[in-house]
Nanobody, 123 residues
Framework: QDQLVESGGGSVQAGGSLTLSCAVS????????LGWFRQAPGKEREGVAS???????LYADPVKGRFAISKDNDRNTLYLQMNTLKPEDTGMYYC?????????????????WGQGTQVTVDS
């Protein structure tokens, strides 16, 4: 059984918006901080946003003020609202579950990963 399943990616013009969703298994959702990462072609995976079990959030500098991470406890679902998208936001977006309860943007701290969803921002 997949523990994290992303959806909501697609193509959008620069300046547009997208919302990503990640369905999380109940056990994983209740025990781990969650986060969004992205990987552009030829680049390493980088942390985008994370949310802890207590609701605290953490954002990477390039997305501060444009992206918002949230979660729905009734649906065990993680979201990433992305506004004012730029071509440099293009990449495969992954949701993950960390080995800690507080928000983290370090990939090594994450234990479980989804398969990813592609986001393409055209200039």
């Amino acid at each position: 059984q997949d523990q994290l399943v992303e959806s909501g990616g697609g193509s959008v013009q620069a300046g547009g918006s997208l919302t990503l969703s990640c369905a999380v298994s109940a056990d994983t959702y209740s025990r781990h901080a969650l986060g969004w990462f992205r990987q552009a072609p030829g680049k390493e995976r980088e942390g985008v946003a994370s949310i802890g079990l207590d609701g605290r959030t953490l954002y990477a500098d390039p997305v501060k003020g444009r992206f918002a991470i949230s979660k729905d406890n009734d649906r065990n679902t993680l979201y990433l609202q992305m506004n004012t998208l730029k071509p440099e936001d293009t990449g495969m977006y992954y949701c993950g579950a960390a080995q800690k309860w507080w928000p983290l943007l370090t990939g090594d701290a994450y234990k479980y990963w989804g398969q990813g969803t592609q986001v393409t921002v055209d200039s």
